[in-house]
């Protein structure tokens, strides 16, 4: 409903008048009202003459000594118990918003993040059962599109973006080493350096991506142009083209997961690595954060230490 067709629903503190009205009405007495309400008649006769100007409609009759519902006013007491019951609902919302019980938390992971984040979702929710965890997985640049539109509660980087005022609390380490299939020439090889991978082919994230920040930074350090095979968009199929022999990469150790398991990748002895980042939470500054997602900053904090480190076997 347009705003200018219940303008005068919105003045003369209508709702304190809503309430002597329903009680009125539902005591057929402007006397009990009064009593109930802890008002004196006269004020309650006044807030009820009042609505009805305000409504332009007559609300009670009185035939005798008994009071009566008029048509307007049996309409009325009907949206009463409406718009009480939308209020009732919407303080509902609001304490389960302010307590720890229920509520809806949102985060926003890249995609590697996933794999640590999960256990933490997991044990924070043995301890708070009926909160609701909406999880998204995305790339750097969506990341920070859903950063920028203020879509989540938290998000998790590594590489948080530097062109944003933003709060941050560390969470686990996130090493990012050089991965390789096992039978490759350099798998059995001892303190490498990046001058030595020089002319191996290399598969590289998309631009943009965190992961493909980290991989150029370390070689502008060492004044060495990679030699780029294959440009991907996702860390799994990075290692697919790993697997198939295609080259080298530098991920994250959480690209493999936190369970140990046989791969047929290694990670190269190469001095300088693992390089190390930080996963991180980060918020904008200013962003009110719900209780629910206080709590869970607290807890991850207290709950980091659990989550195992992955173990990459090194030839």
Same mark, same amino acid.
């Given at each position: 409903?347009?705003?200018?067709? @219940?303008?005068?629903?919105?003045?003369?503190?209508?709702?304190?008048?809503?309430?002597?009205?329903?009680?009125?009405?539902?005591?057929?007495?402007?006397?009990?009202?009064?009593?109930?309400?802890?008002?004196?008649? !006269?004020?309650?006769?006044?807030?009820?003459?009042?609505?009805? %100007?305000?409504?332009?409609?007559?609300?009670?009759?009185q035939i005798g000594k008994?009071?009566?519902?008029? !048509?307007?006013?049996?309409?009325?007491?009907? &949206?009463?118990?409406?718009?009480? &019951? /939308?209020?009732? +609902?919407?303080?509902?919302?609001?304490?389960?918003?302010?307590?720890?019980? /229920?509520?809806?938390?949102?985060?926003?992971?890249?995609?590697?993040?996933?794999?640590?984040?999960l256990r933490l979702i997991?044990?924070?929710?043995?301890?708070?059962?009926?909160?609701?965890?909406?999880?998204? *997985?995305?790339?750097?640049?969506?990341?920070?599109?859903?950063?920028?539109?203020?879509?989540?509660?938290?998000?998790?980087?590594?590489?948080?973006? &530097?062109?944003?005022?933003?709060?941050?609390?560390?969470?686990? !380490?996130? !090493?990012?080493?050089?991965?390789?299939? %096992?039978?490759?020439?350099?798998?059995?090889?001892? /303190?490498?350096?990046?001058?030595?991978?020089?002319?191996?082919?290399? @598969?590289m994230r998309e631009i *943009?991506? *965190?992961?493909?920040?980290?991989?150029?930074?370390?070689?502008? +350090?060492?004044?060495?142009?990679?030699?780029?095979?294959?440009?991907?968009?996702?860390?799994?199929?990075?290692?697919?083209?790993?697997?198939?022999?295609? *080259? @080298?990469?530098?991920?994250?150790?959480?690209?493999?997961?936190?369970? %140990?398991?046989?791969?047929?990748?290694?990670?190269?002895?190469?001095?300088?690595?693992?390089?190390?980042?930080?996963?991180?939470?980060?918020?904008?500054?200013?962003?009110?954060?719900?209780?629910?997602?206080? /709590?869970?900053?607290?807890?991850?904090?207290?709950?980091?230490?659990?989550?195992?480190?992955?173990?990459? &076997?090194?030839?």
């Amino acid at each position: 409903m347009p705003k200018s067709k @219940i303008s005068r629903y919105l003045r003369h503190g209508m709702l304190p008048q809503l309430v002597v009205f329903e009680s009125v009405a539902r005591l057929e007495s402007f006397t009990r009202a009064s009593e109930a309400l802890h008002l004196s008649q !006269p004020t309650v006769s006044t807030q009820i003459k009042k609505l009805s %100007e305000t409504l332009g409609s007559v609300l009670f009759e009185q035939i005798g000594k008994k009071i009566y519902l008029t !048509p307007a006013g049996q309409s009325l007491y009907s &949206s009463c118990n409406e718009i009480f &019951s /939308a209020l009732s +609902k919407l303080e509902e919302n609001l304490a389960n918003m302010r307590s720890l019980e /229920a509520g809806k938390l949102r985060i926003a992971v890249s995609t590697t993040g996933k794999y640590f984040i999960l256990r933490l979702i997991a044990k924070f929710i043995e301890k708070y059962p009926n909160v609701e965890i909406s999880l998204q *997985g995305h790339n750097r640049r969506n990341l920070i599109q859903r950063l920028e539109r203020n879509d989540d509660d938290l998000y998790i980087f590594s590489n948080p973006p &530097s062109d944003f005022e933003l709060i941050k609390q560390v969470i686990l !380490p996130n !090493p990012m080493v050089l991965f390789a299939r %096992e039978d490759h020439p350099l798998a059995s090889k001892n /303190a490498l350096s990046l001058k030595d991978l020089e002319s191996e082919p290399f @598969i590289m994230r998309e631009i *943009g991506s *965190g992961t493909r920040m980290i991989t150029e930074d370390q070689f502008d +350090k060492s004044n060495i142009k990679p030699k780029v095979r294959l440009e991907l968009s996702t860390n799994e199929s990075i290692k697919q083209a790993i697997l198939a022999g295609l *080259g @080298i990469a530098i991920l994250s150790r959480y690209t493999l997961g936190l369970d %140990e398991h046989d791969s047929e990748m290694v990670e190269l002895d190469v001095l300088d690595f693992p390089v190390g980042c930080q996963w991180q939470f980060v918020y904008p500054v200013g962003k009110v954060l719900p209780p629910i997602a206080i /709590a869970f900053l607290e807890f991850c904090r207290q709950e980091a230490d659990s989550i195992p480190v992955p173990k990459v &076997s090194r030839h």
